[in-house]
């Protein structure tokens, strides 16, 4: 009996100490679709880099990072992505949180995780009020800290400047002085304010508004869509897409051989296996995008390449879990500790040259908007490739193309 006891409790103890040695990291994202696969292939490179190299210097001890894969469903359901987080924090004690995509599951799980006190590095929601919430009630909501995409109204600063560029090449190419727009945007909460946006600030740019349409987040079919906006005489088509709306949107626009071109947001046009899912007729579509084997920083080449011959596609901006892995290993080192509040003040203060951006946080703990630091990058799909083209001064772009007409 006695030794029956001991070894209970040697066990108990060995266990605690392999925990001790463990930093648990918790992945939310949607894991069947392409932003879930991304964030967790991104946070699988953090991983396993961080192990590799003897694990993370916690004030002179050696953690190893632990991943734990969190199936948030949230393109579908909204409590099972708040169902997701309270899993991971309270059976499997996930130290750390970092992921969600779609901004109204991740603004339910913001109040999960700040009800726990936990830090969670947000990785792809753009949703403004994330970070007003930080502003408004500091010491509850100081524990979230977006790490991609910029907000949503900064998206819009690096949409419009796109955009300059675009319409000053139909004008060129059109011989039209006013370029006619039309905006197409899944109906979902984060395209709210882009959509106001966009629909204010055209008319000044000397662009012309012909109408919004917004089909689903997961809609098959948008003939109805485009065959209005053909009729509208559109000669660009805005999108705000984030959704597998966007791939029905590139695979149509080319089966209807649209003389409009795409610029926008359109999330499923980031990913390599895009073109295939359009049928291969998803040519001239482009989109706002965060990664390429351009020189964004000195890691993104390196980090594109290696994820590429990795998982033999390319990154979307969701595999920002990396940088946000590094960013909160880089954070312990300075300070020591794993402890949420001693680690908040030293995030806020850090300027962090990652993979996709140089990330420094402003007082909503949203990443700083600022050309040569983070802007996010164009791409268009030509002939099978995603090229990027903006910004221009940055070594790897390559020119913009127009339908023929």
């Known amino acids: 009996m006695l030794r029956s006891i001991v070894l209970a409790a040697a066990a108990a103890l060995a266990s605690t100490a392999v925990h001790a040695q463990t930093l648990k990291i918790a992945v939310l994202g949607p894991m069947s679709f392409v932003q879930g696969e991304n ?7 953090a ?3 961080i192990n590799k190299a003897g694990g993370i210097n916690v004030g002179g001890k050696r953690m190893q990072v632990e991943l734990i894969r969190a199936d948030t469903n949230e393109i579908q359901s909204v409590s099972d992505a708040t169902n997701a987080i309270e899993r991971v924090i309270t ?5 750390f949180l970092t992921g969600g995509f779609r901004s109204e599951a991740v603004l339910a799980m913001q109040e999960v995780a700040m009800d726990y006190k936990k830090i969670f590095l947000g990785a792809g929601a753009a949703h403004s009020k994330l970070g007003a919430n930080v502003e408004a009630s500091y010491e509850r909501y100081k ?8 907000k949503d109204t900064d998206l819009v600063r690096t949409l419009f400047a796109v955009l300059n560029t675009i ?3 139909i004008r060129t190419e059109l011989k039209t002085d006013m370029p006619k727009v039309a905006i197409l945007a899944e109906k979902a909460v984060w395209t709210e304010a882009l959509i106001a946006a966009v629909q204010k600030n055209l008319p000044a740019m000397k662009m012309e508004v012909v109408g919004t349409w917004q089909p689903s987040a997961t809609a098959t079919d948008v003939t109805a869509e485009l065959s209005a906006i053909d009729r509208s005489g559109a000669q660009l088509v805005f999108t705000i897409l984030s959704g597998p709306v966007g791939i029905s949107v590139g695979r149509q626009m080319g089966e209807r051989n649209m003389k409009a071109v795409a610029w926008g947001i359109n999330v499923e046009a980031q990913k390599e296996e895009f073109w295939q899912a359009a049928a291969g007729k998803a040519q001239f579509v482009s989109t706002l995008d965060t990664l390429a084997e351009v020189e964004l ?14 998982f033999k596609k ?3 901006y969701n595999a920002g879990t990396y940088d946000a892995i590094m960013l909160l290993k880089t954070a312990i080192e300075q300070t020591g500790t794993t402890n949420a509040d001693k680690l908040v003040p030293v995030i806020e203060k850090m300027s962090y040259v990652g993979a996709a951006a140089v990330l420094e946080f402003d007082k909503r703990h949203d990443p700083v908007w600022a050309p040569g630091k983070n802007t996010g990058i164009a791409v268009q799909w030509q002939d099978g490739k995603k090229v990027p083209f903006w910004p221009p001064n940055v070594k790897g772009m390559q020119p913009f193309k127009m339908p023929a007409r």
């Open 39 to 45: 964030h967790w292939a991104g946070a699988e490179m």
């Open 47 to 49: 991983r396993d880099e």
């Open 91 to 95: 059976r499997d004690k996930a130290d």
């Open 143 to 150: 524990y979230w800290f977006r790490v991609t995409p910029v």
């Open 167 to 169: 319409a000053q090449q």
């Open 297 to 310: 920083t000195p890691k993104t080449v390196s980090f594109v390449k290696a994820f590429k011959a990795r």
């Open 314 to 316: 390319a990154p979307t």
